[in-house]
């Protein structure tokens, strides 16, 4: 078992561009989650999944950010026109019961 | 809002010693918590885990205690380890209202010294 995998493991864009951050969660696994996290803090909820279900997305911003889970392949969290403030460490985690595992996040670098 | 927060963001241990994190929540609903390690670079590990209707566990070297009258986590580790270097997050889940959205706090860095 892999585990999960994200990737890319870095990620630099420009501001105004779009990032594609990609989660294949534990074989088995229908739950995925998205969390963020910034320099020197704890990880901030932003979206759980189901496969083709949005189930909470409390934490996402309103505007720019979106996230999926289809069918097949993996999760997909979209941020378009991407600024500075984007900057940070962006963790998958998925689940089929209680417990989750967590990805090797992707850092993301907006310059 | 509801928050979850550490009393201390870094503690520093000699090796061969115990070592205690603490952990405040605020959400009364809370009914499981977690402890999580994470390493420099890599994702959050999962350490220990205790539902609300218990006040202890223990697993290897490590045992959690949850009072829920304060709303206090901690975590012990027995016989700190340099390996044992790293942040320590304690996140709760509150089934009724958030599902499966794991809250985390800041953060404490444990630093074992030889």
């Known amino acids: 078992n892999a585990g999960v995998m994200q990737n890319p493991r870095h990620l630099v864009r420009r501001r105004g561009q779009e990032a594609r951050l990609r989660c294949s969660p534990m074989?088995?696994?229908?739950?995925v989650y998205w969390y963020r996290q910034l320099p020197e803090e704890g990880l901030k909820f932003m979206v759980y999944?189901?496969?083709?279900?949005?189930?909470?997305e409390s934490g996402m911003p309103k505007e720019r950010f979106s996230a999926e889970f289809p069918k097949e392949g993996p999760s997909i969290l979209r941020i378009q026109q991407v600024v500075r403030g984007d900057s940070a460490a962006y963790f998958c985690?998925?689940?089929?019961?209680?417990?989750?595992?967590f990805g090797q996040g992707t850092r993301l670098t907006v310059v | 809002g509801e928050s979850v927060g550490l009393h201390l963001p870094t503690l520093s241990v000699q090796e061969g010693d115990n070592s205690i994190i603490n952990c405040a929540y605020s959400n009364s609903a809370s009914d499981y918590f977690i402890w999580y390690k994470q390493e420099s670079g890599k994702g959050p590990q999962f350490i220990i885990d205790?539902?609300?209707?218990?006040d202890k566990r223990q697993g290897q070297r490590v045992t959690v205690l949850l009072n829920k009258t304060v709303k206090h986590l901690s975590l012990q580790i027995a016989a700190t380890q340099p390996g044992d270097s790293a942040v320590y997050f304690c996140a709760e889940i509150d089934w009724a209202n958030s599902g499966y959205a794991l809250n985390f706090g800041k953060g404490t860095s444990l630093l074992v010294t030889p």
């Open positions: 985690a998925s689940s089929w019961d209680t417990e989750a595992f």
């Open positions: 074989k088995g696994h229908s739950h």
């Open positions: 205790i539902r609300s209707n218990m």
């Open positions: 999944l189901q496969k083709e279900n949005i189930i909470d």
